[in-house]
């Protein structure tokens, strides 16, 4: 009877032994598979400030920029320099660009060679009124028609044709005149506040 109660405690006792020894290599397989995370944190990490420092280089001023390059630059240092030779460093080079160019300039006067005389302005004789052609541009108002006037004069300095146009409010008192016109219009007293012109005669009827 002793041996069998012997037995029936050994069986007993041996059930108990052997899960303890299973936690325990859970416990070693844990901390192996907590540990590969833990690799692969810093890799992530190394990558989020690169991503961030690209896009930050790209918002900074082209004046950020080269101040930030210079920072970069490696080579001997300069010498420390005060406030007023900075400055008198930065108007010498302010001169000597100013000096190239008014050289440059002087050269291309030389080059163009003597001024042209360009177009003559037109005589002008005290107490005769001017008259001017031009194409009509509109005419929904009553009475009034809108003349655009199209001049070419030759520049005096380039001796280049230079077109320029004015519009201006002329008097046609029978609407005569319809959109596309080319007509004949002469300056007259001011017969309301933009009104200065009259109709004197339709040149060419538009087709």
Known sequence: ???????????????E??????????EEEAPAEEEAPAEEAPVEA?????????????????????RLERSR??????????AEDRAAERAERRRA??????????????RRGEPGTGTAPAE?????????????????????ITVRIERARRDTAYEKVVRRSSTVHAHDERDEANEGDVVR???????????RWRLLE??????
Request: no cysteine.
């Open 97 to 110: 660009a100013g000096e190239r160019r008014r050289r440059y300039r002087h050269r291309r006067r030389e």
């Open 17 to 26: 032994e052997t899960p303890a020894e299973e936690p325990a290599a859970e």
């Open 1 to 15: 009877m002793a041996e069998e109660n012997g037995n029936k405690d050994q069986e007993e006792q041996a059930p």
């Open 185 to 195: 219009v002469v300056e007259t007293r001011p017969l309301s506040r933009t009104k």
């Open 124 to 144: 002008r004789v005290p107490g005769k009124r001017k008259v001017r052609v031009g194409k009509v541009i509109s005419n929904r108002a009553a009475k009034t």
């Open 46 to 66: 190394d990558e989020a400030p690169t991503g961030e420092a690209a896009p930050a280089e790209e918002e900074l001023s082209p004046k950020e920029r080269r």
């Open 73 to 82: 630059a490696s080579g001997p240092p300069g010498p420390q320099r005060s």
């Open 202 to 207: 339709i040149v060419e009827r538009a087709r």
